[in-house]
């Protein structure tokens, strides 16, 4: 399993796009400083089902490392959009 976790880590990490302004527009925002857009986040809804698509609900709920594997394929599959915010994961 620690292969295929750091297999997705790198692909999020080669697929990611960070918009260099975007840590600063969020800082203005936050102190209400007036911006060219929003930064907004987008992410695919998760009230339907689990994350990913290898790992089913029970398999995650009594696995943390496939747990892990399925939010890491969620990040691997957006990484490649462009987000104001870094790209951040913590276990």
Same mark, same amino acid.
């Given at each position: 399993?620690?292969? @295929?976790?750091?297999?997705l880590l790198k692909i999020v990490d080669q697929k990611?796009?960070?918009?260099?302004?975007?840590?600063?527009?969020i800082a203005d925002v936050l102190e209400n400083k007036?911006?060219?857009?929003?930064?907004? /986040?987008?992410?695919?809804?998760?009230? /339907?089902?689990?994350?990913?698509?290898?790992? %089913?609900? @029970?398999?995650?709920? *009594? %696995?943390?490392?496939?747990?892990? *594997?399925?939010?890491? @394929?969620?990040?691997?599959?957006?990484?490649?959009?462009?987000f104001d915010a870094p790209i951040c994961y913590t276990?």
């Amino acid at each position: 399993m620690n292969r @295929e976790i750091k297999k997705l880590l790198k692909i999020v990490d080669q697929k990611k796009r960070i918009n260099s302004q975007g840590k600063n527009r969020i800082a203005d925002v936050l102190e209400n400083k007036k911006v060219s857009y929003l930064p907004l /986040i987008f992410w695919k809804p998760q009230n /339907i089902s689990v994350p990913g698509n290898t790992y %089913d609900m @029970e398999e995650q709920f *009594y %696995d943390k490392e496939k747990m892990l *594997y399925g939010h890491l @394929e969620e990040i691997a599959g957006c990484a490649q959009n462009a987000f104001d915010a870094p790209i951040c994961y913590t276990p």
